[in-house]
């Protein structure tokens, strides 16, 4: 089974610029997370999707983010008019079900985007 | 914030048992204790999971006390590629909340 699958993995884009990074689930899982980590700092969560919804975007800045899991084809996050502060590794995850305590997430590889 | 608690780092000799504790004092009776490790700059892998009885599987073997205020996860013979930063999660949400983990490092 293919895990889950991000791309591209290293985008590189000047500011004011528009960065989209997309990441198809594993075959089953119909569950997306965005997590973002930023240089010599940790993951935080970002946004959960379902297909169609967005279940919990507590984490996502407030302006120039947004998020989307299409019915068909990948999820999508979308970052408008790019800032050095952008820079930072992507990763998303996802998972089988809405079982609340136990549903195991698994990751992707991550997309590295650098603001120059 | 993580609710977690994990020593920032450890060292472990090649071949021998890593043994990495973590502290989670409040955890609730539905969430379950997830372990997770980051390799350099790769994605997150998931290692194991448990509720409250111990669990084994082919990467490690996760003990959580009686009270299940704190856990240990076992790596029983350690490999130079086992070094990385390990996360203690407790699951309680849809979103993993990762504190600063466990950075294990083996020593040949």
Redesign the interface.
Same mark, same amino acid.
């Not at chain 1, 940790?42 to 969560?45: E, H, I, P």
């Not at chain 2, 699951?91 to 983990?101: E, R, T």
């Given at each position: 089974n293919a895990g889950?699958m991000q791309n591209p993995r290293h985008l590189v884009r000047r500011r004011g610029q528009e960065a989209r990074l997309r990441c198809s689930p594993m075959k089953g899982h119909s569950?997306v997370?965005w997590?973002r980590q930023l240089p010599e700092e940790?993951?935080?969560?970002m946004v959960?999707l379902q297909k169609e919804n967005i279940?919990?975007e *507590?984490?996502m800045p407030k302006e120039r983010f947004s998020a989307e899991f299409p019915k068909e084809g990948p999820s999508i996050l979308r970052i408008q008019q790019v800032v050095r502060g952008d820079s930072a590794?992507y990763?998303c995850?996802s *998972?089988r079900s809405?079982g +609340?305590?136990?549903?195991? +997430?698994?990751?992707?590889?991550?997309t590295?985007l650098l603001v120059l | 914030d993580a609710k977690t608690t994990q020593p920032p780092s450890m060292d472990c000799a090649e071949g021998r048992a890593a043994n990495l504790p973590c502290n989670h004092s409040t955890i609730s009776g539905?969430?379950?204790v997830?372990w997770?490790r980051?390799i350099h700059?790769? #994605?997150? !892998?998931?290692i194991i999971?448990g509720?409250k009885n111990n669990e084994t599987n082919e990467m490690a073997s996760l003990i959580i006390t009686e009270d299940r205020k704190s856990s240990t996860l076992i790596l029983p013979h350690a490999t130079l590629r086992d070094t990385a930063v390990y996360y203690c999660i407790e699951? #309680?949400? !849809?979103?993993?909340?990762?504190? !600063?983990?466990t950075r294990l490092t083996i020593n040949p």
């Open positions: 889950v569950h997370y997590y940790g993951l935080k969560f959960y279940i919990d *507590s984490g590794a990763f995850a *998972s809405i +609340q305590f136990e549903e195991t +997430q698994y990751f992707g590889p991550g590295r | 539905n969430e379950y997830y997770y980051q700059s790769q #994605g997150p !892998q998931y999971h509720l699951q #309680g949400a !849809q979103k993993l909340v990762f504190g !600063q983990g």
